[in-house]
């Protein structure tokens, strides 16, 4: 096998521990014969696959029984529509906060159920920042909050969570969760995609509190409906099995690890190295204010953009892949997800240093 760390934004690097176990058992799960994209979703062996996926999650996030947990397709793409959908409940308007190219898509699906209040922008600052909640425009009348806890883009994350109130909190964790403990009780609702750092593409998690279910705007289709799905435990209709699968090694993968505590303080360390490599240089630069600097997505530029050709193609060459920056902002982005090693950060750190004493 090829030694490189892929530094993609998503789809994104599994563990390898997670790959090797799929490997081993893609052929005969469990001495059923069939692999698990072969099983009925409704037999006993994926049904037990599926329980024990949302178990551990639950374990992992600390998600009481207060909250669905629903095992969904369409990616979070599909949620900047089911949100408003469900959680408008009658309301005419919902608070957005506008931190970044993925907030913007989530405000302007928002924009065809409902009035949109952009209780704060950092637009003007192109997004490199988080404005202060004290800043904000919140309206109380607003039928729910929602915010892009780590811009993917941008390489922009909270390390704190906004007060709403009785306003319920919706956050796209999509490139965010899991990388750190998270007090699932101060949300209203979570989703995220899953090829960031959950599995595979083609699953969407979705958390949400019980009582704001089952209120949706007529003419919401049933596969829209949140209600719909864990009133039939997210199995509606033929659920993505094999992602749902890849998943629930990926949480045991997690607890492996010792859970969410300890990924924080890996992930933690791991951007450090990072973003101390490009502090310390003159020649790499990180745009974001460093009080909001992401620990899953770190975009950097060069000191010439005329280098980044040359800095991609060595980095190749080394093995580090997938590094181009969003098409957005240029430069180069590395995201060093849960599943990227410690040793993927240091090798990416050696060959920048070795660029800059080369053709800095
Ligand atoms: C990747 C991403 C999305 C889009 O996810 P899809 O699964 O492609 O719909 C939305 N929000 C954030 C924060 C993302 O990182």
């Not at 950060?345 to 660029?355: I, S, T």
Request: one cysteine or more.
């Amino acid at each position: 096998m090829a030694d490189i760390y892929n530094f993609s934004a998503g789809p994104a690097v599994l563990p390898h521990p997670v790959l090797v176990r799929a490997r081993d058992e893609l052929l005969d799960w469990h001495g059923s014969g069939m692999s698990v994209m072969e099983m009925s979703h409704r037999g006993k062996e994926f049904i037990s696959i599926a329980e024990q996926a949302e178990a551990d999650l639950r374990e992992l996030l600390g998600i009481s029984s207060d909250y669905h947990v629903l095992f969904l397709q369409g990616g979070a793409t599909s949620q900047f529509a089911m949100v408003p959908m469900n959680l408008l409940r009658g309301g005419k308007q919902a608070d957005y906060v506008n931190t970044g190219a993925w907030s913007k898509k989530a405000i302007s699906e928002a924009r065809r159920y409902c009035s949109v209040n952009v209780a704060a922008s950092s637009e003007s600052t192109k997004f490199t920042t988080i404005p202060p909640q004290a800043t904000w425009k919140q309206d109380p009348a607003s039928a729910y909050a929602h915010y892009t806890p780590n811009e993917t883009i941008g390489g922009v994350e909270f390390d704190w969570i906004p007060a709403t109130g009785d306003v319920p909190l919706v956050a796209d964790m999509s490139s965010t969760i899991l990388s750190r403990p998270v007090d699932v009780s101060r949300f209203g609702l979570i989703y995220a995609g899953a090829q960031k750092n959950i599995g595979p593409a083609g699953l969407t998690v979705v958390i949400v509190r019980k009582d704001l279910v089952g209120n949706t705007l007529t003419g919401t289709p049933s596969m829209f409906d949140y209600k719909e799905h864990a009133d039939n435990d997210s199995m509606l209709n033929t659920p993505p099995t094999y992602a749902w699968y890849l998943a629930g090694l990926v949480f045991q993968w997690l607890k492996a690890q010792g859970g969410l505590d300890a990924m924080a303080v890996i992930n933690e360390r791991k951007a450090g190295k990072l973003y101390a490599a490009i502090d310390a240089s003159d020649f790499y630069h990180c745009p974001v204010d460093v009080r909001c600097r992401s620990w899953m997505n770190v975009p950097f530029t060069l000191a010439a953009e005329a280098l980044d050709a040359d800095f991609l193609a060595g980095a190749k060459a080394a093995g580090l892949l997938s590094l181009k920056g969003h098409r957005s902002v240029g430069g180069m982005r590395a995201s060093i997800y849960n599943a990227m090693p410690e040793a993927g950060v240091a090798a990416l750190v050696d060959y920048m240093k070795e660029f800059e004493r080369t053709r800095g």
